[in-house]
């Protein structure tokens, strides 16, 4: 594997450079000294940012963006990228070396002393993003590397000047096995991107090697609720910090209770009889654990109790996370990330906590695999919901549809005796719109839900 020289930086050629991963790495080595270009499919609000850094951004992926931006040290590319990639293949041709996203970002990491890793099923943007709130105010100057947009940084990226480095590290296609961290967080470990893995038990070896990669002076925080959670530990000679819902972890939670919109207030116990005094500002009991996740790396990082009960009460989320977009016709709207069963019954159940009259949710399934897969966790997860409208699959990168659409899963929700409308969204989204308009009332809360493009949902009843 071709290693990168930080200290006599060379010019990389990002292949996708606008995704949030990508343009985040981008950024830090821009601001490390490197030469940087790349190409994407079209232009957004990511490679806008990134030609305001002095960053060339080719637009359509060719062959001669590679030729005309030679000489290229390393060329980096995402999962995404298939070998009949014009800008794959003529970099291939060329002998330009090659590196996968990851194995960038573990190239990176390794600059740093203190590399963290959040991993898990779900939860990883989230937990990411309190640590990084309570690093921030704490004053230790991190570099943050977060999949989602965080408002505090005003992005995805933030380059600090000190040891601390934060990032998420993703199970797919096995890419968080190219890190180098020195502590490492397991949220949850759950069926899922079963385009790649081939069932549960795989899925589970791949967190159990990404817990093997630390060193035996690192550190494992890991959420003991995972079922056998000591078969991805045994054998482990870092240090082991639990948490969950069994007061047996050296983290966990009491005395929980909830305000009027569904935001936790509760008791974080710590080891060695320690205990915070934790309220939330984002809706859900997920969020309790989220919190704990965090909370455990900072007590491991030696940060003040100040700093970590200040940044929690004050964290108002990501964008797509429960993220409250606006009101039309008396109506709530609220738009979220999940596309995974485990993800939808956690945001639904903290809706039921939320101001509303019915929920409504507009649900986009994400690939055809997961929903394939899923298919009666999907049913029964979305049946939360008072009303439930559903978008085509978003097909994201598959082909085959293998013989499903989101009238099958409509068809196995009804069988549950709930209400759900499919409304073909192949053409746009102006049909559910228009539907929308006419059925929700005053009062209630609609969330638009999914891995997609369904954001655009609220965004066009707003602006109306």
Not at 30 to 46: Q, T
Not at 132 to 141: M, N, P, Q
Request: net charge negative; aromatic share 10%.
């Amino acid at each position: 594997m071709y290693n990168i020289n930080f200290s006599k930086p060379g010019h990389v050629y990002f292949i996708g450079i606008g995704g949030i991963s990508m343009s985040g790495l981008a950024h830090i080595l821009i601001d490390a000294g490197f030469k940087v270009s790349g190409s994407d499919s079209k232009e957004s609000a990511m490679t806008r940012k990134l030609e305001e850094l002095g960053i060339k951004v080719f637009y359509g992926q060719k062959t001669e963006n590679i030729e005309s931006s030679s000489p290229i040290d390393v060329v980096v590319y995402t999962a995404a990228v298939h070998p009949d990639n014009p800008e794959f293949k003529a970099s291939k041709d060329a002998g330009i070396p090659m590196l996968t996203r990851a194995e960038l970002l573990g190239q990176i990491m390794k600059q740093y002393k203190i590399p963290v890793a959040i991993s898990g099923t779900h939860g990883k943007t989230t937990t990411t993003s309190m640590l990084s709130k309570i690093l921030l105010a704490a004053d230790v100057d991190p570099t943050l590397s977060i999949g989602g947009v965080f408002k505090d940084i005003g992005g995805n990226i933030r380059v600090g000047r000190s040891d601390y480095f934060v990032t998420e590290a993703c199970e797919y296609t096995n890419s968080f096995l190219s890190f180098f961290p020195r502590i490492s967080v397991i949220t949850n470990i759950d069926a899922d991107h079963l385009d790649f893995f081939k069932d549960l038990d795989d899925i589970r070896n791949s967190f159990r090697k990404f817990a093997h990669l630390l060193p035996d002076d690192g550190t494992l925080i890991i959420n003991g609720d995972i079922d056998n959670f000591s078969e991805i530990t045994d054998g482990l000679k870092c240090s082991i910090f639990t948490y969950g819902s069994e007061s047996s972890f050296d983290y966990y939670p009491s005395d929980i209770s909830y305000d009027n919109h569904g935001n936790p207030s509760f008791v974080a116990h710590l080891p060695g009889d320690r205990t915070l005094n934790i309220k939330l500002a984002v809706p859900g009991i997920h969020n309790v654990y989220n919190a704990l996740a965090a909370i455990a790396v900072s007590v491991v990082l030696g940060i003040e109790d100040g700093a970590i009960t200040s940044a929690l009460s004050e964290f108002e989320g990501t964008n797509r996370r429960f993220e409250y977009k606006g009101e039309i016709g008396g109506v709530t709207i609220i738009d979220d990330y999940a596309h995974h069963p485990t993800e939808i019954k956690a945001t639904l159940t903290a809706a039921r906590s939320y101001p509303h009259n019915r929920i409504w949710c507009v649900f986009q399934p994400h690939t055809y695999t997961r929903t394939k897969a899923l298919m009666d966790e999907f049913a029964d997860a979305l049946s939360l919901a008072d009303q439930v409208v559903l978008a085509d699959i978003y097909a994201a990168r598959e082909t085959d549809n293998l013989g499903i659409s989101s009238k099958n899963l409509c068809e196995k929700i009804r069988n549950l005796g709930h209400e759900c409308n499919y409304i073909s969204s192949f053409g746009g989204f102006s049909e559910i719109e228009k539907f929308l308009l006419k059925n929700c009332t005053k009062g209630d809360l609609l969330i638009t839900m999914g891995a997609g493009d369904v954001v655009k949902i609220g965004d066009e009843l707003l602006g109306r």
